[in-house]
């Protein structure tokens, strides 16, 4: 098992950036999927970002160029850069830990607000 806090979030104005950060409750090298979910008000959750152990890196189409998803095995901690922040990035975003093809553990989740 694995406890997922995220931080990081807050209230930014478009064009700004932030950091979130990823913290677990024990070491993640053994975890090879990582991934940041984000859900905006009467939205489904969406995929933003993932990262396997070999370094590779996915991201939705919307975030391309303005995210960077990273992991550090030392620290147990998963990262979501976000620059160029818009309005409609505006959401709740979790931090998962993909365990299976069908099982995970995620956070409680961090409020990001994009004012235009």
């Known amino acids: 098992q694995v406890q997922l806090v995220e931080s990081g979030g807050g209230l930014v104005q478009a064009g700004g950036s932030l950091r979130l950060s990823c913290a677990a409750s024990r070491s993640i090298r053994s975890i090879n999927h990582w991934a940041w979910y984000r859900q905006a008000p009467e939205m489904q959750r969406e995929l933003v970002a993932g990262i396997y152990s070999s370094g590779s890196t996915k991201y939705a189409d919307s975030v391309k160029g303005r995210f960077t998803i990273s992991r550090d095995n030392a620290k147990n901690m998963v990262y979501l850069q976000m620059n160029s922040l818009k309005p409609e990035d505006t959401a709740v975003y979790y931090c998962?830990?993909?365990?299976?093809?069908?099982?995970?553990?995620w956070g409680q989740g961090t409020q990001v607000t994009v004012s235009s």
């Open positions: 998962r830990a993909q365990i299976s093809a069908d099982f995970g553990y």
